[in-house]
């Protein structure tokens, strides 16, 4: 499966974002789906995934309560709302796929497929 992130840009603290990530090739709907982050000079960060059907999803503690994940198994799109935005929210953002089985993946290397990246600046 191919992927395409999209949406980043700079916002102001306190503000929002939707990040989205088009897929294509292999049926979406047969993939989990995941959200990373990576700052400079930092390690890839997970931020959240969301299942094959949609009804459930998963949150790193540091964004839980202000992203949102959701998808659309038509448009093949998995996006991210990001609501409330800090200065330490700036990285570059990453979509995921991964067709392993059950329970959440977090790490990185359980993924295989992944976008270019989309950079996110938030400014104090």
């Known amino acids: 499966v191919q992927l395409q992130a999209s949406g980043g840009g700079l916002v102001q603290a306190g503000g929002s974002l939707r990040l989205s990530c088009t897929t294509s090739?292999?049926?979406?709907?047969?993939?989990?789906m995941g959200w990373f982050r990576q700052a400079p000079g930092r390690e890839r960060e997970f931020v959240g995934a969301?299942?094959?059907?949609?009804?459930?999803?998963y949150y790193s503690g540091s964004v839980k309560g202000g992203f949102t994940i959701f998808r659309d198994n038509v448009k093949n799109t998995v996006y991210l709302q990001m609501s409330n935005l800090k200065p330490e929210d700036t990285a570059v953002y990453y979509c995921?796929?991964?067709?392993?089985?059950?329970?959440?993946?977090?790490?990185?290397?359980?993924?295989?497929?992944w976008g270019q990246g989309t950079q996110v600046t938030v400014s104090s």
């Open positions: 995921a796929a991964t067709l392993n089985g059950s329970g959440w993946k977090t790490r990185p290397n359980e993924y295989c497929c």
């Open positions: 090739g292999r049926t979406f709907s047969d993939y989990r």
């Open positions: 969301i299942n094959r059907s949609g009804g459930d999803t």
